[in-house]
């Protein structure tokens, strides 16, 4: 079994395997286990304790001890670019480590490594969704997840006097650890509110941690004086070298501004992000089915037991839909038991029939637990879903896609001017999204602007002169043509006041790769010299996965993921 991502939900997937004897590798680009959500210093930095800028640091430390006497392979600092199926049950990985060989290495200093498996663990994580406002390519500016991620790692604050803005609870988890670390928060800007969580007190009362837990944080922001302020947002950032303040402005219902309400707040920093997009570009390489989350991303469909369409590789944490470091667990947990049952065709503890009653009760317990968890992550997404608003805060000279500064006024314009009418269009006309990010940055901002811009019904419906001498016919063609025009028009109305998210984008690459990596791959893996069959250091009941490194062939120069051509929906690219 190959589990890819040593968070959460990758942990305890692992673990759990190993411990129901199966031969287990765990790879992750990072150089030691916790993910994102328990991301703490290396060990160079010699940090006391690293515990303090967490909660619940507890369940990642007992996973951490399973892990060191279990057997598992662990992979770390090894990207995983791609994964491919030659079988029903065998799957191979393709990663690049810069671990040292000095046979296998690349110009770049980077080893190509295949691991084969007989099923695949998805754990692969989150990323942050930035919807752009003027000013955000400040220095200055960083993700609200980015902010956290420099003190948890490195220990550095992004400033001094930090306000935090976007949506989501992950600003309140942001706003207590800056504080707590010494810096000054002046406000907390949330674009939605939190009403929308009453309006299913019966989620609320089946989790009542998460109570306990936003509790904890309002109190360290009184504590620390920072204010509140639902039903805001940071429309511009001010600067010249670096950002020296923002406007921060009321918003409507649907994220409008209303115009007249803007403020200025000092500042030498901004941590901003508007929730998390499930990283499941491994999976939708693939063709696995997905589904549209409650705040517009898209997830990976589930069975009951986690295993996804695409029969063998199961999904557990936020690739199926953003909810929390409890519900990774849970989930890594309950596709861990899922697969040992595939895979030794048994059920564990069948030794005696009491033991089996007892399993048989703790995995329903576990499935209940993992429902209850997933009904609250559900509305928690509706509760901070970006409304359809927000591309008003946008000037026509705002960047919306960094990586080849491609402005909203272009965007606009392609919509407006020569007719696109989806994300893949306007990329073709623009290049917004063909960057290094391959739209991981923008992609989610760039169709819910195509939407906004889009015409609405009947803008488009016009017939020839009845002078014309192939009036009949040309009338005829026209009128089909006008029907056709304004049922896209009816579906862009639809999309507009409902800001979409585009569909799962489909990416050939998930990391840049060198073109020997590339050419090596047709080689048999079976053939491929090198070889270095992994041995498990336990009795398994299944084969050990094995590990092979692939020796360059030439230097050609790296090249960034590329973007493969629209595949028929639900087929693989």
């Known amino acids: 079994m190959a589990v890819l991502g040593a968070g959460p939900a990758g942990l305890a997937g692992a673990v759990s395997a190993a411990e129901l004897s199966l031969s287990v590798a765990l790879l992750d680009s990072a150089g030691q286990p916790g993910g994102q959500y328990y991301r703490h210093p290396p060990p160079a930095a010699r940090a006391t304790r690293p515990e303090a800028l967490h909660h619940d640091w ?12 279990s057997g598992v392979t662990r992979l770390f600092g090894h990207d995983v670019w791609t994964i491919t199926r030659a079988a029903k049950d065998d799957w191979t990985v393709h990663a690049l480590t810069d671990e040292d060989d000095s046979n296998c290495h690349t110009e770049q200093g980077r080893r190509p490594v295949t691991v084969r498996a007989r099923a695949i663990l998805l754990a692969t994580g989150s990323y942050e969704r930035h919807l752009p406002f003027p000013g955000w390519t400040l220095p200055g500016v960083v993700g609200a997840g980015g902010a956290q991620a420099m003190l948890k790692s490195g220990l550095v604050l992004p400033g001094r006097r930090v306000v935090v803005a976007g949506s989501g609870p992950l600003l309140l988890a942001v706003a207590a650890s800056l504080t707590s670390a010494g810096a000054e928060v002046p406000e907390l800007i949330e674009a939605s509110g939190y009403l929308g969580y009453a309006r299913r007190p019966d989620v609320l009362a089946a989790q009542p941690q998460k109570l306990t837990e936003a509790v904890r944080h309002g109190a360290a922001l009184l504590r620390h004086g920072v204010r509140l302020r639902t039903r805001h947002a940071v429309t511009e950032a001010h600067g010249t070298d670096r950002v020296e303040s923002v ?59 986690q295993e996804t369409s695409l029969r063998g590789m199961w999904s557990a944490g936020e690739t199926s839909g953003v909810g929390g470091a409890q519900l990774a667990v849970a989930e890594g ?31 329903r317990a576990l499935r209940r637990s993992r429902d209850r968890m997933r009904a609250f992550a559900d509305v928690m997404a509706a509760a901070h879903a970006p409304g359809p608003g927000w591309p008003g805060w946008l000037s026509d000279d705002t960047d919306v896609c960094r990586c080849e500064e491609v402005s909203a006024g272009r965007v606009r314009e392609a919509v407006r001017e020569y007719g696109a009418r989806d994300a893949r ?47 009949a016919k040309a009338g005829a063609e ?52 090198h070889e270095a069959p992994y041995t498990a250091p336990h009795d398994s009941a299944t084969p050990a996965p094995s590990i092979t490194t692939t020796p360059p062939l030439t230097t050609d120069p790296p090249i960034g993921p590329v973007s493969p051509p629209h595949p ?4 693989p690219s």
């Not at 507890?58 to 006497?69: E, K, M, N, S």
């Not at 899922?338 to 399993?359: C, K, M, N, Q």
């Not at 840049?512 to 053939?527: F, G, H, K, W």
């Not at 028929?568 to 087929?571: F, M, N, R, S, V």
């Open 58 to 69: 507890q369940v990642f430390a007992d996973l951490r001890d399973r892990l060191a006497p």
């Open 568 to 571: 028929t929906e639900g087929q």
């Open 333 to 363: 947990t309950l596709a861990a038991l899922a697969i040992a049952a595939r895979l030794t065709g048994r059920r564990p503890a069948t030794a005696s029939y009491s033991r089996a009653r007892r399993d048989v009760r703790a995995l």
């Open 425 to 471: 269009t306007v990329k073709l006309l623009t290049r917004a999204g063909m960057g290094w990010c391959q739209g991981r940055m923008c992609g989610s901002a760039v169709a819910c602007l195509v939407a906004s811009a889009t015409p609405r019904t009947g803008a488009f419906t016009s017939t020839p002169s009845s002078d014309h001498p192939l009036s």
């Open 478 to 529: 026209a009128q089909a043509e006008a029907q056709a025009e304004a049922e896209a028009g009816a579906e862009a109305e639809a999309q507009a006041d409902n800001t979409p998210a585009p569909a799962p984008d489909r990416r050939l690459l998930a990391t840049p790769v060198p073109l020997v990596t590339l050419a090596a791959l047709p080689e048999p893996p079976d053939a491929a010299p």
């Open 247 to 305: 406007t921060v402005t009321r918003l409507d219902r649907d994220w409008r501004p209303v115009p007249g309400t803007g403020r200025r707040i000092a500042c030498d920093a901004l941590a901003v992000g508007h929730g998390l997009i499930p990283q499941i570009d491994l999976a939708t390489g693939l063709g696995c089915a997905t589904r549209r989350t409650a705040d517009g991303t898209h997830a990976l469909e589930l069975g009951p037991l």
